[in-house]
């Protein structure tokens, strides 16, 4: 008890992926086990504004708190320092310290800033009371897209050891968690050695769904298209029902040249080719970066022409930043910002047109859902689903039939 009362005293707030809500997760245990009251704040630099957004908010915190602790790390922390480190109380700690218990416990010592318990005031993450549960097997990246920062503040890929995977899986499956979400920074990249032999994302997700059986369901997060291993992960879907037959890609652009000027590895052809193999049994959602250096009206049109052909029924697009440090950012012929976001508003809505016809073909059908809260539940192809009629508890797997569609989600009640 005395430990879960310390963990309380460590308030964090993530922003950017979900990895760094898992981060966070991650060193409010550790730090937990320390017995000082502080505030985590893991930071974001993918875009301008996220990097903006994350200042704003830690200053926020810090007039709200003026007695508090604050330790900021992450991604914008470890790109621009001096943003954060002139806030009062606030201690930067970079990304490749992040997970050291000492890199806290040094500032507190060499700012000689004691260990006051204030109460902390402010919006914070809440407990992990998710019915799913996000597992890192890899951090850090080894390709070298001209557009991104997070690789150089990330490090070169890290590929986690099976063993501490099976572990986290298996304790968070006896922890009552249904769904098992596998997530970092190049996930699909996923690759050791063992018996001489590579171990890939692929052999990683089979012998997940092998040696845990009481696992429910499993589902990645973001992964790259280039992988070969791609073909084995959806293979492995269509004939394994506890392995949640959706994807989402990195795609960032559908036109050719784009991509090889973002030195993306993979080609709208190749990324045809997964779609032609998952066989209409596979739902897929993209990453899209609207407006790169160079991408004209046409280039562009190749990208929502894709989209329409390819129908993934999800589209997070966002208009390109350029991030110092990178070779986008120096690049000719950047795009106007107006023009991005008009693009961004353009793609989205094709995205939204798909997803409408891929549930309008689920009313009628029976589908497996895992309630989260509030009778809201997510589809195997993750679409939120709100079941109407009695209360269901969060974590339930259970059957419903799809009666509706009603505001970009779908209907249901439970299935007799």
Not at 6 to 22: V, Y
Not at 353 to 360: G, K, Q, R, S
Request: hydrophobic letters at 40%; glycine letters at 6%; proline letters at 6%.
């Amino acid at each position: 008890m005395q430990a879960e009362n310390n963990k309380n005293n460590i308030r964090t707030l993530s922003f950017g992926c979900r990895l760094n809500a898992l981060e966070c997760e991650r060193i409010k245990n550790m730090l937990g086990k320390c017995g000082i009251a502080a505030v985590v704040v893991n930071t974001c630099a993918v875009t301008a504004e996220a990097e903006r957004q994350c200042g704003q908010a830690v200053r926020k915190i810090a007039r709200k708190n003026p007695g508090a602790i604050i330790f900021v790390t992450g991604c914008a922390a470890t790109r621009n320092p001096e943003l954060f480190e002139k806030i009062p109380n606030v201690y930067v700690v970079p990304n490749d310290k992040k997970m050291e218990t000492g890199a806290y416990l040094d500032k507190i010592s060499q700012k000689n800033c004691g260990n006051s318990q204030p109460e902390i005031c402010g919006n914070f993450d809440s407990e992990n009371k998710l019915s799913k549960q996000f597992v890192q097997i890899q951090n850090g990246c080894n390709h070298d897209c001209t557009y991104c920062v997070t690789r150089l503040l990330r490090g070169p890929a890290v590929s986690f050891e099976y063993g501490d995977i099976l572990a986290n899986v298996s304790a968070a499956t006896a922890r009552g968690f249904g769904e098992i979400v596998l997530t970092g920074v190049d996930a699909a990249s996923y690759v050791r050695m063992y018996d001489g032999r590579p171990f890939l994302i692929s052999d990683l997700c089979r012998r997940l769904l092998t040696d845990v059986p009481e696992l429910r369901r499993l589902r990645l997060s973001s992964v790259d298209p280039a992988v070969p291993a791609i073909r084995n992960i959806i293979e492995l879907m269509k004939h394994e029902p506890r392995f949640m037959p959706h994807l989402h890609l990195s795609m960032q652009s559908g036109s050719d040249t784009i991509l090889r000027a973002m030195r993306r590895r993979h080609t709208a052809d190749m990324v045809r080719k997964l779609v032609e193999i998952a066989d209409g049994r596979i739902s897929f959602s993209w990453d899209i970066i609207c407006g790169f250096p160079g991408e004209t009206e046409e280039l562009f049109n190749e990208t929502l022409k894709l989209a329409r052909e390819l129908r993934p029924i999800r589209i997070h697009a966002f208009p390109f930043s350029p991030r110092p440090g990178t070779v986008a950012a120096t690049m000719q012929n950047q795009v106007p910002r107006n023009i991005a976001r008009a693009r961004v508003r353009q793609i989205t809505a094709a995205a939204n047109e798909n997803l409408h016809e891929f549930m309008a073909r689920e009313v009628g059908n029976v589908s497996q859902v895992l309630v989260e809260s509030d009778n809201m539940a997510r589809t195997p192809n993750d679409i939120p689903v709100q079941i109407v009629g009695t209360p269901i508890p969060p974590r339930t797997i259970c059957d419903v039939k799809i009666t509706g569609i009603d505001d970009g989600g779908l209907v249901a009640s439970v299935s007799d």
